[in-house]
């Protein structure tokens, strides 16, 4: 519990251990004809279904096994922006990925549903 993904590199004692991307983020950047595959943008996590960064600060989300909770919405490109931006001249990233904190271990495996569990006490 409030680790995140074993050898990835957001692992840790800290709010960033999770990071995920909505596939409608993938098709934004595609329709700039940005030649984009699942994980170029580093998330852990691609989200059919949920527009992620719309959610607010605090929205907890059952993942497979595990329960996230979101804790930052954006997440920095570095280096005077990643690949990504320098190909097309924009990244989705940092408005529109973001990033969840563990709040309950377990296996996360491909084809999981990731459903909104709770808003409350979200941070608006």
């Known amino acids: 519990m409030g680790h995140g993904i ?5 692992a840790g004692d800290w709010h ?3 990071s995920l991307l ?3 983020s993938f098709e934004k950047m595609r329709k700039l004809r940005a030649d984009v595959v ?3 943008f580093a998330e852990n996590i691609s989200v059919a279904g949920i527009d992620v ?3 607010p600060v605090g929205t907890q989300l ?3 096994e595990a329960l996230l909770e979101v804790a930052q919405i954006g997440k920095t490109c570095y280096d005077m922006g990643c690949a990504i931006k320098k190909q097309v001249g924009t ?3 940092p408005q529109e990925g973001i990033f969840t904190r563990v709040l309950e271990s377990g296996r996360i495996k491909p084809g999981d549903a990731v459903k909104i569990v709770s808003r409350e006490g979200a941070i608006q």
């Open 6 to 10: 074993e050898e990835d590199a957001h």
């Open 16 to 18: 960033l251990q999770v």
């Open 22 to 24: 909505a596939l409608s």
């Open 38 to 40: 699942y994980g170029d």
């Open 53 to 55: 960064f719309k959610l």
């Open 62 to 64: 059952q993942v497979g």
């Open 91 to 93: 990244c989705v990233m």
